[in-house]
């Protein structure tokens, strides 16, 4: 099963409805990222929200699947998850390239986590909403959520899991984060397209 998981990450979906807009590689433009945030930049929202749809779902289906149809228990389908976010972040269609996993973790999440993908999601609408940095949102939601996981409700188990996943996350954006503090990171600009970053 997380083999599975692994090759339904790994669907190049951002690759696929980009091909499908007329651009052959959206890995050559933009930020070279396949996931919804470039294609909204590079083709717009047209393109972008089934991206992001499809990612979504790449996650949360495999983790559903293992937690209510093989009984596989929360771990089971939290591992299961991992490898679908594995499988977006390092494609084995793409050579093990990909995206950052952002959209994956939270259909995995909304299986696993969903208090947890809720405090996330708030946190980056708040922050995309003042400073217009989507990566800087997923990042400072994903430690958020991390945050939450260290109230007692949660497990030693989901307390490492989440801040394994949010480092995942960060080590994606690194190349963000880098433009963050050199002040180069291109704002989303929400009805436009054809911006790099």
């Not at 945030?37 to 293992?66: E, H, M, Q, S």
């Not at 947890?116 to 430690?143: D, E, H, K, P």
């Not at 899991?161 to 050199?182: C, D, E, K, M, P």
Request: charged content about 15%; overall charge positive.
């Amino acid at each position: 099963m997380c083999l599975a998981g692994y090759l339904s990450g790994s669907i190049p979906s951002g690759v696929m409805i980009s091909k499908l807009a007329g651009v052959d590689d959206i890995m050559s433009l933009g930020s070279g990222n396949t996931g919804a945030t470039n294609v909204f930049r590079v083709l717009g929202p047209k393109y972008a929200f089934p991206v992001l749809a499809i990612d979504i779902l790449k996650g949360a289906l495999p983790a559903c699947f293992a937690l209510n149809s093989l009984d596989m228990g929360k771990a089971g389908a939290l591992a299961v998850g991992v490898c679908a976010i594995l499988g977006h972040n390092w494609s084995v269609f793409l050579r093990f390239r990909g995206g950052k996993g952002v959209a994956t973790t939270a259909g995995a999440a909304i299986v696993v986590f969903p208090k947890l993908l809720g405090v996330a999601f708030i946190v980056f609408l708040v922050t995309v909403a003042v400073s217009r940095y989507v990566s800087l949102g997923s990042m400072l939601g994903v430690w958020a959520a991390f945050a939450y996981s260290l109230f007692p409700e949660f497990t030693t188990l989901d307390r490492w899991a989440v801040f394994g996943l949010a480092a995942v996350v960060t080590y994606r954006h690194r190349a963000n984060i880098q433009r963050l503090l050199s002040g180069t990171e291109l704002k989303i600009r929400f009805g436009q397209k054809g911006e790099a970053g």
